[in-house]
């Protein structure tokens, strides 16, 4: 005697059988344009039930999909809120720093560009990078002295000074022409952090005096930076 089937249950073969012939059998188009009326826009809630009909339809190997999609996503947002704006052709320029944090960089930059730019006045032979290694000892002296008043003024800490550091000998057999092109390049590259810095704290510092110094010192680094870049070799 052969078991009787329970009505409305149905095996995965047979559903699938019903499915194709359902599609089989509708004709294409059977759904009338004469009866919709005139076109009328979709309410907006459609979109996310579209979204939920088209998810369900996946396949289990599709919904591995998700995760995957899901992690992209993220990895894009990141680079969009990371990456720090740019000028054309020049250093990036990202947030600004708070006021305090402001003031301690740029302290420490300074200074270590006045120390480097002195001690390298001996040990350089181009009598260009020499003229360059005065000039800045000079203006970033000139700019410390400034930044360290405003700060004073405010009630701001500022960083310990460093002790000073006797300068070093090139290595013995070392070409004067090597030493003179890493001091350079050592000065290009702190300059060119330097410029980022004022420039994000120049247009977006919350102080408005060191917004003020920022604009006011961002010239002088930048002409630093394009002299030294037209020496570099």
Do not use: C
């Not at 089937?5 to 095996?11: I, Q, S």
């Not at 970033?140 to 360290?148: F, Y």
């Not at 405003?150 to 000074?161: G, H, N, S, Y």
């Not at 050592?186 to 120049?202: F, N, P």
Request: without cysteine; proline residues 9%.
């Amino acid at each position: 005697m052969r078991a009787r089937k329970l009505p409305g249950k149905l095996t995965m073969a047979e559903t699938g059988l019903v499915i194709v012939a359902i599609a089989m059998t509708a004709p294409a188009g059977a759904v009338s344009l004469s009866t919709m009326g005139a076109a009328q826009p979709l309410p907006d809630t459609d979109a996310p039930t579209a979204t939920l009909v088209a998810a369900d339809n996946w396949t289990a190997g599709s919904a591995s999909l998700v995760p995957l999609m899901a992690s992209e996503m993220q990895a894009n947002q990141s680079n969009t809120i990371d990456a720090p704006a740019t000028d054309a052709g020049g250093p990036a320029v990202g947030k600004p720093l708070n006021d305090i944090a402001f003031v301690r960089v740029a302290t420490e930059n300074g200074r270590k560009e006045v120390n480097s730019a002195r001690d390298a006045l001996p040990q350089l032979k181009a009598p260009e990078l020499r003229r360059i290694a005065e000039m800045l000892v000079s203006d970033h002296t000139n700019a410390n002295a400034r930044l360290s008043q405003i700060a004073e003024a405010k009630q701001w800490p500022l960083p310990p000074p460093s002790a000073p550091s006797a300068p070093s000998a090139p290595p013995s057999g070392t070409a004067s022409s090597d030493f003179d092109a890493r001091w350079t390049a050592e000065m290009i590259d702190g300059h060119e952090r330097s410029v980022a810095l004022y420039r994000a704290q120049a247009t977006g510092g919350e102080d408005k005096d060191l917004r003020k110094y920022a604009r006011d010192t961002l010239p002088t680094i930048e002409q630093h930076l394009a002299q030294l870049k037209s020496l570099q070799k």
